[in-house]
């Protein structure tokens, strides 16, 4: 496994796709800075097995920023979350928004992928589930069950879903 202050690049670290509640808006990703320099993800995008979607600041939970302080941890929802009613949301967490109501088409519950992609198009990182995507290194992470969370092992990034993701039950967005 790599050692956190070895990663040096922002990481996708906790995916909750199948909410107990409605799905469309209580999806959400968490990212993670293991850096010590902040990174703006200003023209960042998110994609799953069928659309691109932009990551911007949110204002309505946020300040509207997109730079993930080192150390920091950002929450990426849609336009119409409910998530901040639904889950205990660090403050000190950055709120992002998608540029649409849906993350991608809306996270499959059986299978997705999600790349995050910086502002050239590179592919920073990246996690699968349930399938095994050509575009995601690796083999797919296991299914979790409905309201529990995909979350990055502590220090771990092999780039390979089924080794770097367990199934968490105590969901901790941000």
């Not at 995916?15 to 902040?38: K, Q």
Request: proline fraction near 4%; hydrophobic fraction near 30%; charge should be negative.
């Amino acid at each position: 496994s790599t050692a956190v202050e070895e990663i040096d690049h922002l990481i996708i670290n906790e995916v909750m796709y199948d909410p107990e509640t409605n799905d469309y808006y209580n999806e959400w990703i968490e990212i993670y800075n293991p850096t010590n320099r902040s990174i703006n993800i200003s023209g960042w995008s998110i994609v799953d097995n069928s659309a691109e979607d932009f990551i911007i600041g949110d204002f309505d939970h946020g300040n509207g920023t997109t730079t993930i302080p080192a150390h920091g941890y950002g929450i990426i929802a849609d336009h119409e979350t409910t998530i901040y009613e639904n889950f205990t949301v660090s403050n000190y967490s950055i709120k992002l928004y998608v540029d649409d109501n849906n993350i991608g088409n809306g996270l499959g519950n059986q299978r997705d992928m999600i790349l995050l992609k910086n502002i050239s198009g590179y592919v920073v990182d990246a996690v699968e589930y349930g399938n095994n995507y050509p575009e995601v290194p690796g083999l797919p992470a296991d299914l979790v069950k409905e309201g529990n969370s995909l979350a990055r092992y502590y220090e771990t990034d092999t780039d390979n879903s089924s080794i770097d993701f367990f199934e968490a039950t105590n969901v901790t967005p941000g």
